[in-house]
């Protein structure tokens, strides 16, 4: 593996998203390494509990927009007109790669320092707990133009009315709001951070791994059961859709044009999203 980094402490796996440099961000590697470590952490059986971080001073700054952004060839943004089954097929991988984590017999704790933002949130949220530092921020601000999370997960936490909230507007908060809206089982200090999380991930350690992955499995089942899959599945269509609607387009050509960080300080500046005309293809 190259993006992730593997490591072990008696019953504790640890995952480490491992692109520092990038602020953890997701390349066309990181997902499937992802799935390739929560496989190794399945099939090892002094494991019980799994804790996932990143590198660094963050979790996982979403996906290496710069790089799929800013090039004109870049695999997220096709020439019109558009075949949605390829986007569909490609996401669709990563969202099931993510919620291995989710699917993983064995409890798993996102360990969010500094952002964990678009898909860096999905990935955090795909495990069943999370523990922030308080100033750390989460948030899907694609969900301005050019994305949908495609995990879905945020309604699953914190209910319609603030799911709708946190996408409608694409606004980041801190570890103290998630705390408080629910959408995280808690926010401290970050130099508090790694105590907190090894205190809880040692006392899950303690539970025979039977008795954790039939409690896991009890849950997981119903939240299946109230449309995960479908939702997911819908939520995957839709990503495909934002990165090539009119205001996509628009976003995409900006990036190349002006830079990614250019191009999210317009989008996320709260002034009207541009728009290419239907003529300009």
């Known amino acids: 593996m190259e993006t992730v980094r593997l490591e072990k402490?008696?019953?504790v796996a640890t995952i480490?998203?491992?692109?520092?440099?990038?602020?953890?961000?997701?390349?066309?590697?990181?997902?499937?390494?992802?799935?390739?470590?929560?496989?190794?952490?399945?099939?090892?059986?002094?494991?019980?509990?799994?804790?996932?971080?990143g590198?660094?001073?963050?979790?996982?700054?979403?996906?290496?927009?710069?790089?799929?952004?800013?090039r004109p060839d870049a695999p997220y943004s096709q020439a019109m007109p558009w075949d949605p089954t390829v986007d569909f097929k490609m996401m669709w991988r990563n969202t099931e790669r993510f919620m291995s984590l989710w699917r993983c017999t064995k409890p798993t704790i996102a360990k969010?320092?500094?952002?964990?933002?678009?898909?860096?949130?999905?990935?955090?949220?795909?495990?069943?707990?999370v523990v922030m530092a308080e100033d750390a921020k989460i948030g899907y601000p694609p969900a301005r133009v050019w994305g949908c999370p495609t995990t879905a997960m945020w309604v699953f936490r914190v209910g319609a009315e603030?799911?709708?909230?946190?996408?409608?507007?694409?606004?980041?908060?801190?570890?103290?709001?998630?705390?408080?809206?629910g959408l995280?089982?808690?926010?401290?200090?970050?130099?508090?951070l790694d105590g907190a999380v090894d205190a809880?991930?040692?006392?899950?350690?303690?539970?025979?791994?039977?008795?954790?992955?039939?409690?896991?499995?009890?849950?997981?089942?119903?939240?299946?059961?109230?449309?995960?899959?479908?939702?997911?599945?819908?939520?995957?269509?839709?990503?495909?859709?934002?990165?090539h609607t009119p205001e996509g387009i628009w976003f995409k050509r900006r990036a190349e044009q002006v830079g990614f960080a250019q191009a999210v300080r317009e989008r996320d500046s709260g002034r009207p999203i541009g728009r290419v005309s239907p003529q300009d293809g």
Not at 36 to 46: L, P
Not at 55 to 70: H, K
Not at 162 to 175: E, V
């Open 9 to 11: 402490s008696g019953r």
């Open 16 to 53: 480490v998203l491992d692109r520092p440099e990038r602020l953890n961000a997701i390349d066309e590697r990181m997902p499937g390494e992802i799935a390739e470590a929560v496989e190794a952490v399945e099939a090892d059986d002094e494991i019980h509990v799994v804790v996932v971080t």
């Open 55 to 70: 590198a660094g001073r963050a979790f996982c700054a979403g996906y290496d927009l710069e790089e799929f952004a800013e």
């Open 112 to 129: 969010v320092r500094g952002y964990a933002v678009a898909g860096g949130s999905d990935v955090a949220l795909a495990c069943d707990m």
């Open 162 to 181: 603030q799911a709708k909230r946190l996408l409608f507007t694409g606004d980041l908060i801190d570890g103290r709001e998630a705390k408080r809206i």
């Open 184 to 192: 995280v089982l808690d926010a401290v200090p970050e130099a508090e």
């Open 200 to 243: 809880l991930a040692e006392r899950i350690a303690g539970v025979p791994r039977n008795q954790l992955m039939m409690h896991k499995m009890m849950i997981n089942h119903a939240v299946e059961q109230m449309g995960l899959t479908s939702t997911q599945m819908l939520a995957t269509w839709f990503d495909g859709i934002a990165r």
